[in-house]
Structures are given as C-alpha cells and as structure tokens.
C-alpha cells in the first residue's frame, strides 16, 4: 500500500484489510470467515470474559530477498495453542485449521505485509477465546478462534543494542504448578503491573526468578532467558517458563555453531558467572541484557560488550527467515501470494 512508511512502522496495532475467524459450535469447526470491521460480536455472558478462557500466540512472516513470503515455524505455534487450549479447557484448534488461518489471512493482506529491505515484518496474532456463555464456573461449549495481523517494524534499526534488567522480587508471573508454561491470558494482565513499575524505573524488561524459593532464574517477562558461558548455551528448565520457539530455535542453531546446549536449573547467582546473557522471543529475537539488578545491587555478566555468539545466532536466525540461508529444517511455510 502506498500510503504506509514501512520505516516507521512500531510495534503497535494497525488496522489491516480484515482478520480471518473459524467458529467452534455444535461440535464442529466452521469454515474461514473474513471479518473486515476490527470488532467482534459476542455473548455478554462468554467465558473469555468472565473467567479468563483465553490464549493467544505470536508469529512472524517476513518478505524474503527472493520475494517470497515465508512464515516462520508456524506448526509449532499451532502445537502451543494446542496445549494452551487444553490447559484451559477450551477446543484445541486443529493444525490444518491454524495453517489455513496463517494461509489466508496474510494472502488477504498482501498489501500490508512490509516489502524486503525495512527489517520490517508482519506480526501474526492468533486468539483463542470461549465464546459461549456461562454463568458458573465451567468451560464454554463455542470457541471463537481468529487470527489477526499487524506489519510491525524492526527493534535494531543500528545492530543489536542491550538493555539493563530488573528483578521484581515482591511480584512473581507464574505459580510452579501453575499456568505459566502456556500463553493464558491470564498471565499478562498479572505481570502488566509489575512491568510498568520496571519500565518506570528505567528497565524495558524484568526477569521473574523461581516462584517458590527466589533462587533460581524462571524467565523475563515475555522472553526466554539464555545464558552463555565458554562455549556452552544455557537456558532455565523450569516448568513454570513459556517454552519460546526462539528459544527452540536458537538452540539449534547453536549446536549448528559447535555450542553445547544445557536446559537446567539457572541460579541467580551465576549471573554474573555468565560470558553473556540475553532475552529471546519472536518480537525481536535475541535482546542481550547488559545488568540486571536486583535490591539495589547490580549483577553483570563476565564480558563487556555484546557477546558474539549472540550477534552470530541473530544473524543465522534472520538470514533463515529471509531466505538467505539454507532452510535446512524446513522451518518457514512459503505461503503463495
Ligand atoms: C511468547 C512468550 C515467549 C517467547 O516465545 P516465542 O515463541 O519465542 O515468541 C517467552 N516468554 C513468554 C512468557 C511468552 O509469553
């Protein structure tokens, strides 16, 4: 579309031509809809509202330098709604059903996906919400399922940038047997407020430590935390932490690199242990973490600087979903446009 500036695009919301929604009623999966309004009509009594029958995810498409459109990994995301959808007991979304949504809704909004050159991408929004009504506490028997998308533009107009971090020790995101290992919505209204309170004290983002004994590193607020020491990759494998498919990605790509990955308990303590440490997620893949501080006190990995391998495990991860570089994993769909 030639009225937008793909160089000033953010990361906020944009309306597009439509969304695209699927309806679960009666048993079954209705057909593709396109809604074009950015509303939606439900029942005042549907349990998203009330109790909070609600998953979202996150994807990205990117044009890549051959032209093509490439989404990045999207059957993992259907396999995460997946199991969002079952701990909230709601209608899991068949993978076929998810993959036509990705499909249609950016063939849709071609003219809004940012053109190659502009670090910029389109930001995929799927939803998954119980639309039926209930008055007491029971799951919905209709599910809406929409998937929506924003073109969004780049984190690191100038190369990777770090940031200071902050440890919210009066706030924790997820309970250890809690939901904290699948997108409820839930979880963000919870960490909103202790977000803002870091954001106004400076820091972008905050880490949240294990919620049983403080001890050990869970996650940043909407990020994996990563952790590199000689030649190894650590991440934490707590069962309270989002399992991020960045994360999953760029543990590959750095055994590719001829690193050992580790997935273990993470003392705070050894932040400062650490060559290195980043936060990682779809929005901007890698974010390195220059401090983090916490009661006043402030912990800093060994190195100075940007650590190489994270700026290396940037690169890979972009040139794949550019289509620079050999997809050798099958990760990106091409969807025709
Ligand atoms: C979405 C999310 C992530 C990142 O997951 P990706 O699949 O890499 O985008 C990490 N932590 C939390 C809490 C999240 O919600």
Redesign the pocket.
Known sequence: MSTIDWNDLKFSYFQTKCYVQYTFKDGQWSACEYVEEPYIKMHVAATCLHYGQSAFE?LKAYRGEDGEVRVFRPEE?AK?LQKSAKRLCMEPVPTEIFLDAVDKVLQSNIDFLPPYGYGASMYMRPLLIGSGPRIGVQPAEEYTFIMLVVPVGSYYKGGLQSVPALVMEDYD?AAPMGI?HV?AAG??AAAMLPGIMASEQGYPINLYLDAKEHKYID??????FIGIKGNTYVTPSSSS??P????MSLMTLAEEMGMAVEKRDVNFDEITDFDGIAA????VVVTPISHIDKLGKSYKPAQEGIHPRFQELYERMQKIQLGQYQDQYNWCRIVSS
């Open positions: 996150g995301n995460r995101r904290g997108k979880n963000y996650e940043f607020g909407t990020s994996n932490v989002l991020s498919i960045t994360n990682c997620g779809t929005a």
